[in-house]
Structure formats: C-alpha cells, structure tokens
C-alpha cells in the first residue's frame, strides 16, 4: 500500500484543543486517506475522542473550547468563518460510542436527515431509505416493520441503524466514535464488516479502544496519548514494526 | 465547502428571539424594583426615613395629623413569620426526613404528591379556613373572644411554608451521596444516627435554604394574613392580640386611597420594602443553596 | 447488648416522631379537604354554577366569578405560556455559561419570591396606569401573567432537560441547524411536560388574589363582563368578599363555602392532573 496512491481527504496541522485551560489536543497532525479506514488508538483519556469530534466540530457544542491549528477537508480549513457547520456536519458523518436512535419508527430515523434537508418527494424518501438501510446491512432485518420504534431494535441493530442514518444524507466522510464498545461481540463483527464495505466508497475514521479492531478494519493507525500523536503509520507497520517504543509497549499490552 | 446559506441569518433571528424572552425575566424583575423605587419617592417628600421606620403609629387619615410609622407592621410581619417558621421547620424536616429515610419507596411515591396538593391551596382558601376553623378553635382554646389574631396567622403560614420546605429539604437529604451513609451504617450506626449525624448535617445548607425560601414565602404572603389575623393597626405584644403585616395593609388601604396622594405612595414604599426583604431572603437561599451545589460537584 | 437495645428505641422513638410528622400534615390536609368538601358540598347546585349572585348576594349563584377567573387564566396562559417556554428554551438551549445567563437565572429564581401583592402593586402602575388598559380582565391576566412567568420557565425548563443530549448531537451529526434540531428532536418530546408544568403554574395563578385585587376584579358586577376591558368578578376574590366584607357573613356563610370548594376543586382538579400527567410522563421516559 502506497499513500501516494490515494488523494488525502482529511489533513490536520498541528492541532491543539482546549477544555477551558486543559489542553486536550498538542500539536496532532494526521492525514486521512480518502477511500480507507483510518484508525485512531490510544489509552483512555488520550484525546482520541477529542481529536474526531474536531473533524466535524460537534465539540462546537461543548462550551468552553477552543481550537487551535488548522483541520483541512478537501484543501479547505474548517474552522474558517465563512464555512457552514451545519454544511460540514451533513458531509461529515458521526456513529456515536453509544447508538442514539431517535424515538421515532425505523422509517423516521432514516429519512430525518433527508426531511431537514428538505427533501419532501415520498418517492425519493422511500427509495434512499430502503438504499441506506441496504448500505448498512440492515435492510433484511427491518424492511418489514419500518413502521416500529427504533428503540425496539436490539443494540446491534439500533448502531447499524445509526450508520444508516448518516448515510441517508450522502456524506463523503463517516466517523466512527467508538462503536461498538455498547454492543455485542456478534453484532460488532457486523459493524465491522459494514466498514470495511464502507470504505469503497466513503472516508472513515475509526476511535477505538480495541486494538484488535483497529487491526482488523484499518488501513492507517494513529496512536496517541496524552492529547499527543505519538505515531502514525499504515496500520500494517504500526502493528508488525512500530518505531516508537511507546507504540510497541501498548499494542503488546504493557500499559492501557 | 459551500460558503454560509442563507438559513445562518434565519438561525440567527430565532436565537435573538428566545434571548429576548430569556432576558425578560432580567427586565420584569428590574422593571419591578424601578416601578416601586419611583412611586415610593414622592411619599419621602412628606414622610421623614425615621418617622417610616421607626414610629410605631400609622395612621394616614387622621383628621389632625396624618402618621406614617411602619414600625407595628414590620414587627407584625416578622412576629407572624417567626412563629410560622417556630412550626413549620420541626414539622417540615421531619416530613422530610420521613419521606427521605423511612418511608418505604412506594408510599413515597403516593405521599409526594399528596404534599404539593397542600402547596396547591388558594391562600385565600387557607384563610378561609384560618377564620372558620382555626379562628374558632384558638379563642375555644385560649378563651378569648375572636380567634383572628397573630397565632392563627403563624398557623396557616406556616401550613403554607411546608410544602416548600419539605421538598428542598428532601431534595438536599436524598442529594447526599449514598457513600457517607453506607460508612455511618458500616460502622454499627443505626439508621437514626446515621440520619441525625451524617445526613442532617451533610444537608443542612439545603436544608437552610428550604427554610429560607418558606420564609420569604410567609413574609410576602397577603391573603391569609389579611383574613386571619385580625388587622389590628397597633404594635404587637403577644400572639394572641390581633395584628396587621405589611402585607394586609397594603391590601386594605390601596383599595380605598385616593391615587398620588403621599398615602398612596406610602403604600408603594410599603412595597419596595417588602421587594427589599424578601429579595434579601431569597438571595440568601440563592447564595446557601449554590454553595451546596458547588461542593456536591 | 443494652447499648444495642437503647439503640434500637432511640430509633423507634425518633422514626415515630418523622411519622407523626408526616401524619399531622396529612391531617391538616384532609381536614382542609374535609371541612370544606363536607360543608361546601350543600351549597353546590346547577343554580349556583350557573346563575349570578342575587339578593344583595345573599342568594344565587357564582357564575360570574367562575367565568371571570377563566377569563384571566386565559390572558394569563396567553402571557406566561409562550414566553416561558422560549425564555427556557433559550436558557436550555443557546445560553452559554456567562454572566449574563447567571443574571437571568438569578432574575426567575428571585421573581419566583417576589411577592403576589408586590406583582399588584406592579401591574397597578404598569398595565393600569402607564399602560392605560385601566382596571380590567386585561390588566389583571397580565399582571397574573408576570407572576407566572418564572414558575412557566422553570418547568418548561425542567421538562426540556428530561430530552437525552445524544438526540441532540445525533441530530447535529447529520446536518441539522440548531433550530431545526430544537424544532424537530427536542420540543416533540418536552412539549407535554413543559404543558403540564405550566398548567400546574395556571392553576397557582387561577387560585391568586392579591394581584387582581387592585388591577381588575370587582366586588359584584350584575353583568357578565362583554370585553377584555371590562372588570371582573373572580372564584378567589368573590370567596374574600364573602368572607370577611359581606354585611351578612354569617348568613352568606354556606355560600362562602361554596365558593370555596368550586375554587379548590378547580384549581386542585387542574393541578392533579398535571401533577399525575408528569408522573406517568416521567416514567415513561425512564
């Protein structure tokens, strides 16, 4: 695997992020290659979360923050003034650590983002439904009762539903918070074949706290600690050659 | 990335106008506090400060010579409210405490409810019943004539004041972490010492901010008193003789007052110093109860 | 052992104590209930809800001061309903921690002790003079309005942080602006309990006296009022009248109860249902 193959999609130049006075991100920068998975490691608390929440600024809600660096997606810098956070979040995508359906019918979840966008045609609606809930494997399972609560779904489906929901609005990136650390062993092989399949045709980035997973789905691993990226490589390196000492002592299980 | 839509100015102007009705409640409370500092003002150009404060005579129709002395009235307001908080505390935290540590969930769930009921009384039906039933009941009891004097109006504030102190004061009770009571307990503590020592302490700056806020509840209460305590214009010298809070007074009097007369403005003063007391108060409660909060944190 | 047993007594004895507490408020409630349900009911008949009073209001019925405090809840809900909601909303949703929201907060929790016949005295000089809208339903609603506002706010407040914070990001995440956030995954779900919440502050208001003593309401008024401008007869204040002002109290004295028991059942009927309401609603969200 060459990087030179694949254009970058996501380049962050020395990122630093704030709580208050805490400094929670120092000087990150990573380069996420459009078409693979890239995947982010690291003890609790390294920041890993921090760092993808800045890819789509959902950290804009928390009050107190600050950024500093630059995040470019497609060349552009995202925290520029003129750029709409409302735009940014429909082509950045998120699948959060705990699934979050909406109290709504299955049918409802997935058109939300469609309706807000302002898509009315109940054609149109009916077809990306069925179309998003194909792309997220779930279609089988639920295309006979879209009318029922999401909240009627077990955990495994209710976060493929979520998956499916952020690919209801076409996005070009997906993030991915940490998704299966609420669901089952059986239902995060699922999920993780679903990103692999993901990765044909969207940017992902994955948080997690399993190392094995990173291994499985990823094609770049990132590995930090203490708000600090300590290194960054195909995944392939990281886990076979990783250059730094501290990489190796925690993809070998000493610490973390 | 596509620049800013149209939407962000759209978003803006629905942002604008929930801040607008957010920072009424700053205006209302100003405007409140404005309104009555100006209609006050004018009394002060007949009324010397010391003769409001401190003259224990109010008598503002007098053919000779027109009184303005708050005094009776401020001990009335207060004497009404000590005794009301002399009842209402005891009782309250122990319905606190009983619904906190000793009732059984279920019955919890009945008798919270049962309790705001209690706050959800008309005072004016509070003082109904303070001139059918209490009034009757006290002259029986202590052999005088009519039972509408400071004692029935300590009586129904302070039925008044519990649903208030009982709430917070549970409230406070349940917030102290389980972790302090499981220790007491581990230690051979029954739960009784372990309510008394460590619970009751551990809360206690809820708990005083409960009593507080039912102070200012009582101080500020008009309809009730007004119904049960008689009225009476002279200074109070025992719970037993009629009395008349500021509260009353304004009341009786601005119904009849010619407007912008001083005495019409002596009843705003009346006013503002009721807005003054009881914004002390509950600013108290505001101060005692965010410390607690800060410290639970 | 006798250390233990002591123990044990001191417990029985001071747990009895919580329990006669908690007995002798229950019994102040139903005597309450009691006296004025027992009494009250007699002077309950389709006359007396339906007709106004007669006699020199020695006879007849309440009906004028029932429609009277409809009325005004209404101007009171159209006041206090709306803005409390967006008042809590912006507190809920948009305000960041600064002075000023610390401010605002300060403001509703101290409005919420101000008290009633301060809010009369206010709305005297306010909606009746400054105002001109003179002694009338309108100025009475409004200043009743005020009086509720802080009270709307804060249920409204409170029901709107019963809607999980996952519903709002996820509904970020996909692109949604803030308001239609809001619009579309918060308020479908804290509407009903910021309804109930504020009912309960509607049925405070409905029961008040003091700030409609001097804005609007009227000792007895031989018509129904025909515009919002007129004065009005009112559940809480017909029920003073006839208790301490009447000529004849002792005689209108079952009237009285009546009265009273019309404006507990009201008020309490409106209260209970919300109080029940946000009990099913609370478990519901569990």
């Not at chain 2, 053919?63 to 002399?86: D, F, H």
């Not at chain 3, 009201?266 to 946000?278: P, S």
Request: hydrophobic residues 50%; contains cysteine.
């Amino acid at each position: 695997m060459n990087s030179a193959e694949t254009a970058i999609k996501i380049r962050t130049r020395d990122l630093d992020f704030y709580y208050g006075a805490a400094r929670a991100l120092k000087k990150v920068s990573v380069d996420c290659h459009d078409r693979k998975v890239t995947a982010i490691i690291g003890p609790s608390g390294c920041g890993k979360s921090t760092f993808i929440r800045t890819l789509n600024r959902m950290n804009d809600v928390i009050a107190g923050t600050r950024v500093d660096g630059e995040i470019l997606i497609d060349g552009q810098n995202i925290n520029a003034p003129e750029v709409d956070v409302v735009e940014l979040r429909r082509r950045v995508g998120m699948v959060f650590q705990k699934p979050n359906p909406f109290p709504k019918s299955i049918y409802d979840n997935i058109a939300y983002g469609l309706r807000i966008n302002g898509m009315r045609d109940r054609r149109k609606l009916e077809e990306t439904v069925e179309k998003s809930l194909r792309g997220a494997a779930l279609w089988d399972e639920v295309k006979d009762r879209l009318d029922e609560n999401a909240f009627a779904l077990s955990g495994g489906q209710q976060q493929r539903l979520c998956i499916a929901r952020s690919l209801a609005v076409e996005p070009e990136v997906i993030l991915f918070d940490e998704p299966c650390s609420a669901i089952d062993p059986i239902a995060t092989a699922k999920v993780e074949d679903l990103i692999e399949r993901l990765k044909s045709t969207y940017t992902v980035v994955i948080v997690t706290h399993n190392m094995q997973q990173a291994a499985r789905v990823s094609d770049y691993t990132a590995f930090m600690m203490l708000g600090e990226l300590v290194e960054f490589d195909q995944t392939e390196k990281i886990f076979t050659n990783p250059a730094n000492k501290l990489t190796e002592d925690y993809i070998t299980g000493r610490f973390g | 990335m596509r620049k800013k839509r149209r939407s962000g100015l759209k978003e803006s102007a629905i942002k604008a106008f929930f801040f607008t009705s957010g920072i009424l409640a700053v205006l209302v409370l100003l405007g409140i506090f404005l309104t009555l500092v100006a209609t006050s003002f004018p009394a002060f150009r007949e009324i010397k400060l010391g003769e409001f404060f401190l003259n224990t005579r109010w008598d503002p129709t007098s053919p000779e010579k027109a009184e303005y002395g708050l005094l009776s009235m401020i001990m009335s307001t207060l004497m009404v409210t000590a005794g009301a908080l002399v009842l209402a505390v005891p009782i309250g935290i122990g319905v606190a405490a009983y619904l906190s540590d000793v009732a059984h969930w279920r019955v919890r769930e009945i008798l919270k409810p049962v309790v705001e009921i209690l706050a959800g009384i008309p005072s004016v039906v509070v003082g109904f019943i303070g001139i059918v039933l209490f009034g009757p009941a006290i002259a029986k009891v202590f052999h005088i004539g009519n039972g509408l004097n400071a004692l029935n109006g300590s009586i129904l504030l302070a039925i008044m004041a519990l649903p208030t102190i009982i709430s917070i004061s549970e409230d406070s009770l349940n917030a102290v972490p389980r972790a302090y009571s499981e220790a007491s307990l581990a230690l051979g503590a029954s739960r009784w010492q372990t309510l008394v020592r460590v619970k009751l302490p551990a809360g206690l700056s809820g708990i005083i901010a409960a009593v507080m806020l039912g102070m200012g509840r009582a101080i500020g209460e008009t309809m009730t008193v007004l119904m049960a305590t008689g009225n009476a214009r002279s200074f109070p010298h025992g719970f037993l003789e009629a009395v008349r809070t500021m509260t009353a007074n304004i009341a009786i009097e601005l119904g009849e007052v010619p407007y912008y007369t001083t005495h019409y403005y002596a009843l705003f003063a009346i006013g503002l110093v009721l807005f003054v007391m009881t914004f002390a108060v509950n600013l108290i409660a505001d101060v005692v109860l965010n410390k607690y909060q800060e410290r639970e944190q | 052992m006798k250390r233990v047993t002591r123990k044990k007594i001191v417990q029985a004895l001071g747990f009895l104590a919580l329990r006669a507490a908690m007995g002798l408020v229950l019994a102040v409630l139903f005597l309450f209930l009691y006296d004025i349900g027992s009494k009250g009911a007699g002077s309950i008949s389709w006359e007396f809800l339906s007709k106004a009073p007669r006699k020199g209001m020695t006879a007849g019925g309440i009906f004028p001061a029932i429609f009277g405090t409809f009325l005004v809840t209404v101007i009171t809900a159209f006041l206090a309903v709306p803005l409390g909601m967006s008042a809590a909303i912006y507190l809920n949703e948009y305000a960041k921690q600064t002075r000023l929201t610390r401010l605002i907060r300060l403001s509703i929790r101290n409005l919420s002790g101000v008290p009633s016949i301060v809010y009369g005295l206010f709305g005297v000089i306010l909606f009746v003079n400054i105002m001109s809208f003179g002694t009338s339903i309108l100025s009475a609603g409004l200043t009743l309005g005020l009086m509720t506002l802080p009270w709307t706010i804060t249920a409204s407040e409170e029901a709107l942080k019963t809607v999980p914070n996952a519903y709002r990001e996820g509904a970020l995440a996909l692109g949604a602006t803030k308001w239609q956030m809001i619009r579309t995954n918060v308020l479908p779900y804290s509407v009903p309990g910021m309804l109930t919440g504020t009912v309960l502050g509607l049925a405070r208001a409905a029961g008040e006296t003091a700030p409609i003593l001097f804005t609007g309401a009227a000792f007895f008024l031989p018509f129904l009022p025909r515009s919002l401008g007129d004065q009005f007869m009112a559940l809480p204040y017909h029920l003073y009248i006839m208790a301490t002002q009447h000529h004849a109290i002792l005689q209108v004295r079952p009237l009285a109860y009546g009265t009273a028991l019309v404006l507990i059942v009201l008020v309490l009927g409106l209260n209970m249902t919300a109080v029940i309401v946000r009990y099913r609603l609370r478990r519901k969200q569990r």
